[in-house]
């Protein structure tokens, strides 16, 4: 096995805000520790059964769609009201929700 999975990594504009957000959407929490405002931040999930995240500052614009996206189940309506944007409605070929994360036109 040349590699194995360690970690999940998210490029944001606004790192603080994003990783505040998925903290609130997935019950995850901020790594203790002391970082510095401009210092990526590792979030985690509190039961110790989700992978690290880690939400890293970038200061280019997203450019193109992601070739990547996090599959997660949820409510579409709080996420909503959590700042996420519908992008796809559940229906025809699909039985789900598509919905963006508010760093996606970042």
Not at 10 to 37: E, F, K
Not at 81 to 98: F, K, N, Q, S, Y
Request: hydrophobic share 40%.
């Amino acid at each position: 096995m040349p590699a194995r999975f360690k970690d999940l990594c998210l490029d944001a504009n606004d790192h603080q805000a994003l990783a505040d957000w998925w903290c609130t959407a997935i019950g995850y929490v901020r790594r203790p520790g002391s970082h510095q405002p401009s210092d990526s931040v590792p979030i985690e999930d509190p039961a110790g059964a989700g992978p690290l995240i880690w939400v890293n500052p970038v200061t280019e614009p997203k450019a193109v769609k992601n070739r990547m996206h996090l599959d997660v189940f949820g409510d579409t309506a709080e996420l909503l009201a959590l700042g996420a944007t519908l992008i796809r409605e559940r229906g025809g070929d699909i039985e789900w929700d598509v919905l963006a994360d508010p760093n996606a036109s970042n």
